[in-house]
């Protein structure tokens, strides 16, 4: 039986264990976790565990040395350097995303550089000018190109119906009246397909067929012409691209679609890479975002700052996927999410409140109080004050768009108070009329916040006891600061957090007494944590290896512990996709569940084996791995000794019995477990190994 499929056998059975596992380590999570005295009470981690247990849970998973380096300086000592991230020297990881050049780009700078079809509209209109740069020029122009193959394709399927049989009669009949002399099938392969016909007798093609016609010959060509690009040196190559017409960069694109792409980038400059990726797949180029994110989980020092800055923009999620909000995502994590991600709680909630990207996914920024003078004198009426003049209502055509209590209701719900925080339907109506006029200037070309007064509801409000008196801007900044200071904000923060970092079902005692901290503490996120670091519900013994890990946190931890290099971080962000979450992409404002519940399912589970797999043998893309760097001390000789010092400098030595003897069955396969040096020397494989116990249910928890 070749090697292969043992190892897919071996898949299945660890598999089996690692699902009833899991399932199982969650009831029991559950049931423990129901009565908060219990919680309490139960048996410490032990001192030697101690450091595992803070690492899994304050960092993205444990490198190689991790555990002495905080046993030198002392467990306390490093809790506080994390907390205050801006002291710890961060230039390695700086250094590999220096290349990444979207990242320091402002939202509109993202725009001007990769036009959305709100620009490329007003190029073709006349309102805007193509730019004068080469690789700019060129990516416009394959834009222009495919934006305008877009339309044409709307009006065809417009114009298609009753009369479509007609219409393509009436187009084959000029190709069947020209003469030979006058058709194009000579001069070139690109012909119009109606011209190629086997038998002149043969009826005319119809639309579809010549489409299709033309589609397998666009295909056949462009293959042709790709095949020679690949052949060329990097520089050459970006500079035929960009020679290119606009319609054979549409042909290039359609070829080099998804992964394939990547074939046409290898070798390239960053510069140049963004260019040729804004051309062939437009979105790509937003994926150096989610690299970074990844780049950072695993290589940053400030991993509590990396932790905090998930957690948060978690909390307050938007959605790539919702029209200019891809542009403005960049700008978001950077610029109000990162920042305060150690910060005081009012800070990060009023900053999110201000953000273009959370105002336009929430749609807040087209939200109009119903008697503002907006409402009231439409949009043309400038100056108009309500009441001053006795003035007809616009017809409702002409009128913007009403009251939008999207965001009102998740600032509430998600945001704050939690859903059983104590509101009501009539509390979420008048904060969502506070927050009328709350708006983006010119949103489609990453225009920034503004507040338009005469969007604005007048009057006075009444949200949860308090009365809002009539004050504009300023009315949204009051209720944001009486939620961030809430009882059930505090309660509803601190749970979060404690399910993030101690079970998914925290005891009550614990976040009572994080709650506490906040309210006493203005909700400072550092001392939030400082409660639940030190407090004997995070150092239970129950709590130890008892939080599944998401899929980021999983191959984030997989990469850190193998101590793997990457040279190209795609392959991993194509990893999460496959394990259901795609980076900055979750539709729900709810964001990522934190609960294994979410991510506990077969075919979850064989994926992060397979990548546990792909990752140890050093066959994952874009990286490179030496497995007996995990090895400390002597290499061993033989299979069984490598896993158990694998198992050792992986996990802590933390294998159940019947994992380990799953493993160990499946070492006694040669196959599987030597490789081959020479024809008389075989020793251990230690990435197939290596890849064996970080798909183990025990490494999938943290």
């Known amino acids: 039986m070749p090697a292969t499929r043992k190892q897919l056998i071996l898949l299945g059975l660890v598999l089996l264990i690692s699902t009833a596992a899991l399932l199982a380590g969650d009831k029991k999570s559950k049931s423990k976790a129901a009565d908060a005295a219990i919680a309490a009470s139960s048996a410490q981690i032990e001192d030697d565990k101690r450091i595992v247990h803070a690492l899994n849970r304050f960092t993205f998973g444990i490198r190689p040395g991790d555990v002495e380096r905080v046993r030198a300086i002392g467990m306390d000592k490093w809790f506080d350097e994390q907390l205050h991230p801006e002291q710890i020297n961060d230039s ?67 114009g298609a119906g009753a009369n479509a049989g007609l219409n393509n009669l009436d187009q084959a009949a000029p ?26 007798n043969d009826p005319p ?31 050459a190559r970006y500079k035929a691209i960009l020679k290119m017409s606009a319609e054979e960069r549409l042909d290039l694109a359609k070829t080099y679609k998804g ?28 994926g150096e975002l989610a690299e970074a994110k990844l780049l950072r989980a695993i290589y940053s020092d400030r991993q509590l700052e990396e932790v905090m800055t998930d957690f948060w923009f978690n909390h307050f999620n938007v959605f790539i996927g919702k029209g200019p909000d891809r542009y403005m995502i960049n700008a978001y994590e950077r610029d109000v999410i990162r920042p305060h991600a150690m910060g005081k709680f009012k800070d990060i909630l009023a900053a999110t409140a201000k953000s273009p990207a959370m105002l336009f996914y929430l749609d807040n920024w087209q939200s109009v109080g119903p008697d503002s003078e907006l409402a009231v004198y439409g949009p043309q009426r400038r100056g108009a004050r309500r009441g001053r003049f006795a003035r007809p209502r616009p017809q409702a055509k002409n009128r913007p768009s009403g009251l939008n209590e999207n965001y009102a209701r998740e600032i509430m719900e998600l945001h704050t108070l939690g859903v059983d925080g104590g509101y009501t339907q009539k ?25 338009n007064e005469r969007a604005h509801e007048p009057g006075a409000k009444y949200i949860l006891g308090h009365k809002i008196g009539e004050h504009g801007e300023r009315e949204g900044e009051e209720m944001l600061d009486i939620l961030a200071h809430h009882p059930s904000t505090a309660k509803f923060i601190s749970r979060k957090l404690a399910m993030r970092f101690v079970s998914d079902n925290p005891p009550q005692s614990l976040v009572d007494r994080m709650a506490e901290t906040f309210m006493k503490k203005d909700g400072d996120t550092r001392e939030v944590l400082r409660t639940l670091f030190h407090s004997p519900e995070f150092w239970a013994a129950d709590a130890y ?119 160990q069955k499946q070492l006694n396969d040669p196959q599987i477990s030597q490789r081959k040096l020479d024809d008389m020397d075989k020793k251990p494989n230690y990435g197939a190994i290596a890849g064996l116990i970080m798909g183990s249910p025990e490494f999938q928890r943290r």
């Open 92 to 158: 390695a990881v700086e250094a590999r995303l220096a290349p990444f050049r979207t990242l320091k780009m402002s939202t509109k700078e993202m725009v001007e550089n990769f036009p959305p079809p709100q620009v490329l509209k007003a190029i073709e209109n006349g309102r805007m000018s193509m730019p004068h740069d080469p690789g700019k020029r060129a990516v416009y122009e394959s834009r222009m190109a495919a934006y305008q193959q877009r339309q044409q394709n709307k009006e065809d399927k417009g």
């Open 175 to 200: 190709d069947m009246m020209k003469p030979a002399a006058e058709s194009k099938t000579a001069a070139s392969p690109k012909n119009s397909p109606a011209e190629m016909r086997l038998d002149p």
């Open 205 to 235: 093609l119809t639309a579809e067929q010549r489409k299709q016609q033309k589609q397998r010959e666009d295909a056949m060509y462009a293959d042709l012409d790709s095949d020679l690009l690949l052949q060329m040196p990097p520089e």
């Open 259 to 286: 992964p394939r792409a990547m074939q046409l980038l290898d070798g390239m400059k960053p510069e140049q890479r963004e260019t040729v990726e804004a051309i062939v797949q437009p979105q790509a180029v937003l």
């Open 427 to 451: 509390d979420v109506t008048e904060l969502a009329k506070v927050l009328t006029g709350w708006s983006i200037e010119q949103p489609q070309l990453g225009g920034s916040f503004r507040f």
């Open 545 to 663: 290896r008892a939080k599944l890990k998401t899929p980021l946190e999983f191959v984030a931890s997989a990469v850190r512990v193998s101590g793997a290099d990457i040279q190209n971080a795609l392959p991993l962000v194509a990893t999460l996709n496959r394990m259901g979450m795609p980076l900055y992409a979750m539709q729900p404002p709810t964001g990522y569940s934190m609960k294994a519940e979410a991510w506990v399912n077969s075919s979850a589970l064989l994926n992060r084996m397979n990548f546990a797999l792909q990752l140890g043998s050093g066959k994952l893309p874009g990286t490179s791995l030496d497995p007996q760097v995990l090895i400390h001390g002597p290499a061993p000789e033989d299979s069984v000794a490598a896993l158990s010092a694998l198992e050792q400098s992986i996990l802590a030595g933390d294998v159940s019995a019947q994992t380990h003897a799953v493993m």
